[in-house]
């Protein structure tokens, strides 16, 4: 529902009549600042809350003791960072959602901010950073099992692809398909050669777990079907889209692949133009070329695909093919906890969406792990000093991009030279190098490990890893400086000229500054460092504000 301000005033006045906290509405004074990740924590919590009691939202007041007392908050102040927190909350938690709206409103002289935060989906506990939050009385506290439960049977799980195709019989079936899905289950299962010999069609179908007492299934016609049985799926279009873009979006060629999805995966593969890659050596480091994917990457990454696509929403599966980067795209939110979860802890899914489908894949070798390929994918590319896969779960859909070749010389290297750096440090590490924003605890890890410096959100590699990866002239570049150091030239300069512009001293500092901060940044610098010499009677400006001159104080 829609609230203008004068609607949020009176929610906020019934909020403060109701008495106390409860599981759906909370009071902080954040007078000055409010930590991030605890924000977040709120938010989870909040909305999970307002699943589990049936509030159509939940509500976090900023600028309010609990006593009821107005103290005002100072909570980000410029009204776009308020704007922004919308994104960085998503960003954040399952399925990216986030506040319902931000309402900044001045009461009795004070600033009050009151979020307006939506309850968990149907069936879908929320997650912050990949953990569950609840309330407990007043306190923050970690969603129990029992109320994830509770919230997760709120949904029985239908599986789509287990159900018969009514009139479809074996005629339906590609023989081919068959035959290589027989292969494939050899492959998997050693052993059963002598046993499978006396096993009719239906009776390998059934045992592969294609079919159902001989029926024929959704399953069956989406990986075995001939291309003219798709119609038994309508109006669930059975398609896999290949499209080659150029590095502007251009698109320049593309094809569809329908069933028999077992087959029609190795054509697809085949036009993806996996090229070699070329590393820019550096004392023999690393070896001289590379395929940009490793097949199993790709192949995983198609699967994966089809075994999680939400059919019910009609859509096709994307793979779209750039000269540096591949796309996947399927429909349907991403079911575990997070990504982090799954790779870090190496924690397969424990529902999944088509459990039938994932089933029959598994059986015929078109999912060549139980649940632990995300990881491996991780994997692939850290071995070879790739920036790590990219998943966007937005929007009810799944996009994961594999980018094929090196994004950051320096996050390669550290690779390439500590081997024993964790899966969770390289995680980390990718973050930084994607300039992606990391949490306050993510900081913490990273420079107790001595693997960054810098401030937020600014970072690059520390000295001591520089030192050992032989970067030490790089450290220095991005780096920067000490301040006493900058005062010094612009005082050399002054006297050599006998004053300088904004301009000059600009064209005299920019290439020395840290590679780290971008223009507007280098520009406050110089500005606080003449600042800062102003106030303490080294320098002065004898012309205007918009055409100065800095001369010595004498």
């Known amino acids: 529902m829609e609230h203008n301000q004068v609607d949020v005033i009176e929610i906020f006045k019934r909020l403060v009549r109701s008495g106390s906290e409860n599981e759906v509405v909370e009071f902080k004074q954040a007078k000055n600042s409010f930590d991030f990740t605890k924000l977040g924590r709120y938010f989870s919590a909040l909305s999970n809350e307002a699943n589990l009691n049936r509030a159509p939202e939940a509500y976090l007041v900023f600028g309010i003791a609990n006593d009821k007392t107005l103290v005002g908050s100072n909570f980000r102040k410029s009204s776009q960072a308020l704007h922004n927190l919308k994104q960085e909350i998503a960003e954040k938690t399952t399925d990216g959602i986030t506040f319902l709206e931000i309402h900044p409103f001045y009461h009795k002289d004070k600033r009050i901010i009151v979020f307006r935060i939506p309850p968990a989906p149907v069936g879908i506990p929320i997650a912050f950073e990949g953990h569950y939050y609840a309330r407990n009385n007043e306190s923050l506290a970690p969603l129990n099992i029992e109320k994830i439960e509770r919230i997760r049977s709120q949904v029985i799980m239908h599986d789509w692809t287990a159900e018969i195709v009514k009139g479809a019989d074996l005629n339906d079936l590609d023989e081919q398909a068959i035959e290589f899905a027989k292969e494939k289950f050899l492959q998997k299962f050693s052993g059963k050669e002598k046993e499978i010999e006396d096993w009719d069609t239906l009776t390998f179908l059934n045992k592969a777990k294609i079919t159902r007492k001989g029926k024929i299934t959704r399953a069956a016609i989406i990986l075995l079907g001939k291309p003219e049985s798709e119609h038994f799926l309508n109006p669930v279009e059975c398609k896999v889209r290949w499209i080659l873009r150029d590095q502007e979006g251009n698109q320049l060629d593309y094809e569809l692949f329908s069933c028999p999805l077992i087959l029609n995966v190795n054509h697809l593969y085949s036009r993806i133009r996996n090229l070699k890659y070329r590393y820019i050596r550096d004392k023999s480091l690393f070896p001289e070329e590379v395929n940009q994917y490793e097949p199993f990457t790709i192949r995983e990454a198609i699967n994966n695909c089809i075994a999680h696509q939400d059919y019910t929403q009609g859509g096709r599966i994307n793979v779209v093919e750039y000269p540096d980067h591949l796309v996947f795209t399927n429909k349907g939110r991403f079911l575990p906890v997070s990504v982090e979860e799954v790779v870090i802890n190496d924690a397969p899914e424990e529902t999944y969406r088509n459990p039938f489908l994932a089933t029959a894949m598994f059986n015929i070798g078109m999912v060549d792990t139980a649940g632990g390929g995300i990881r491996k994918m991780f994997l692939n590319q850290a071995q070879k000093y790739f920036p790590l896969p990219e998943y966007n779960l937005k929007n009810s859909k799944v996009e994961l991009s594999i980018l094929g070749k090196v994004l950051d010389m320096n996050y390669a290297e550290i690779l390439a030279k500590n081997k024993d ?44 890893v520089a030192q050992r990866t032989g970067q030490k002239a790089r450290y220095s570049v991005v780096k920067g400086f000490d301040k006493q150091y900058y005062k010094d030239l612009i005082v050399k300069a002054i006297k050599e000229h006998g004053s300088m512009s904004r301009s000059d001293i600009d064209d005299l500092l920019w290439e020395k500054l840290p590679n780290s901060l971008n223009e507007d940044q280098k520009k406050n610098k110089v500005m606080n460092l003449l600042s800062e010499m102003r106030r303490k009677g080294k320098i002065k400006n004898i012309g205007s504000m918009t055409k100065s001159q800095w001369v010595l104080i004498s």
Do not use: A, H, T
């Open 421 to 464: 750096l964790s899966l969770s440090d390289i995680m980390l590490l990718d973050k930084v190098q994607k300039r992606k924003r990391i949490s306050n605890q993510e900081i913490k890890i990273l420079k107790s490990n001595r693997l960054i410096e810098g401030r937020k959100p600014n970072f690059y590699l520390s000295k001591q």
